[in-house]
């Protein structure tokens, strides 16, 4: 029943050269900005698309990963740490007129998945320039936490616990962002900017990362023929994250005009998608309760709120299928009262709730930060 809301790994970059920019005091330093801009290399020729390398090599350089994905994941957890060290040494002497210049010449440059102007600019990517190493961090966890979100939905049909468990972690990444990383951006971005840069876009991800955490738990608990009750409440939870992430998104979109509509329109979609499991969770339960009349009002309420399809295709079908089946429920329901029961509808107002069960909570994100001294001409 998850539907996917792929692309968001599809970031893009420019190439940064270290040691080319920043001045070395010592040959210690020098290899480590060398190392930063390999370990960078490999990052940007694969999100590029521009790399020479067999797919056999590639699985020998990753120590036997044979996924794309966790190839993918293992170059950033490479680079993160260097890149860590050096945005420490940074902000020591932030304020060197010399360093805001270097800074500046290293051109760091990022696309963007939810700016609507990025996406859909006719002569490629378009790309932003923001002469902050935060932005550097920013974006390369941006693409990280993607990542695990994207290696999550892979694993999906083979271990609901590790895509459950990637979900976690890529909500604790969107967390670390929004919470330590972006802040101190925000006063520095301009106007026009990539929507991954701001904080409150972070804390959307998390959320939804969260969501799909939750919805991953109520499939296994679906799995194992838990009852009607608990997967009612679990759905609802699920419900109740998207309504915050919603909620979040909607304060973004106050700001800034230029995010894209499409996000909004997954995340409805699969908040409705999980209120109507469970209501129709609720509703089994109130019938075998013997309160069938409560029962088809349950049911007429969630049908009536959900008249509004979502306008990709793959997620309309989806919805599609739910709505047809509670349909089908509602007029069995109906149907089953009318012949046997003849018990009373009650009004919206008298119609019961599912209670939102929360069971998902994000793995916290902790930097792995290589304690290297770097000396630079100052």
């Known amino acids: 029943m998850m539907i996917s809301y792929p692309g968001l790994s599809k970031l893009k970059t420019k ?35 521009n790399s020479f390398i067999t797919e056999a090599i590639a699985r020998e350089m990753s120590g036997g990963l044979t996924s794309g994905c966790e190839q993918d994941i293992l170059k950033l957890e490479n680079y993160l740490p260097l890149l860590e060290n050096l945005v420490h040494h940074v902000d020591l002497i932030s304020n060197n007129h010399r360093m805001t210049c270097w800074i500046s010449d290293l051109k760091i440059r990022w696309s963007s998945t939810l700016t609507s102007s990025s996406i859909f ?31 999550a939905l892979e694993v999906l049909s083979k271990d609901l616990v590790q895509s459950a468990t990637l979900f976690r972690k890529a909500s604790g990444v969107y967390h670390y962002l929004a919470h330590e990383v972006l802040p101190p951006l925000q006063n520095a971005l301009p106007p026009e900017r990539p ?25 296994k608990a679906e799995e194992n ?37 499409r996000l909004l329109d997954f995340i409805s979609c699969c908040k409705t998608l999980h209120e ?50 509670l349909t089908v429920l509602l007029r069995k329901y109906e149907h089953e009262n009318d012949f046997i029961w003849h018990e009373k509808v009650p009004s919206n107002g008298e119609l019961p709730f599912p209670q939102a069960v929360k069971v998902a909570s994000p793995i916290p994100y902790h930097p792995q930060k290589w304690e290297r001294t770097l000396v630079l001409k100052m």
């Open 15 to 49: 190439q940064v050269v270290y040691e080319n920019v920043l001045l070395a005091r010592d040959s210690g330093t020098l290899e480590q900005l060398k190392e930063l801009s390999s370990k960078r290399k490999a990052v940007e020729e694969s999100i590029n698309e």
């Open 225 to 261: 023929g838990n009852t009607g009750g608990l997967l009612a409440k679990l759905h609802y939870g699920v419900q109740e994250f998207l309504v915050e992430a919603i909620n979040e998104l909607h304060s973004v979109a106050k700001e800034c005009k230029d995010i894209s509509s």
């Open 195 to 219: 929507q991954e840069a701001t904080s409150r876009v972070s804390s959307v991800m998390s959320l939804i990362c969260l969501a799909d955490a939750q919805a991953v738990t109520v499939k």
């Open 121 to 151: 600019h006719l002569h490629g990517p378009k790309f932003y320039q923001i002469n902050d190493l935060h932005f550097e961090l920013g974006m390369i966890l941006v693409l990280y936490g993607a990542m695990l979100r994207e290696r």
């Open 276 to 325: 109507l499991k469970s209501y129709k969770y609720l509703a089994e339960g109130l019938r075998n309760d013997g309160k069938i009349g409560t029962a088809v009002g349950v049911l007429r309420r969630a049908l009536a709120n959900s008249k509004s399809l979502p306008k990709e295709e793959s997620w309309r079908l989806v919805s599609k299928q739910i709505i047809d089946d």
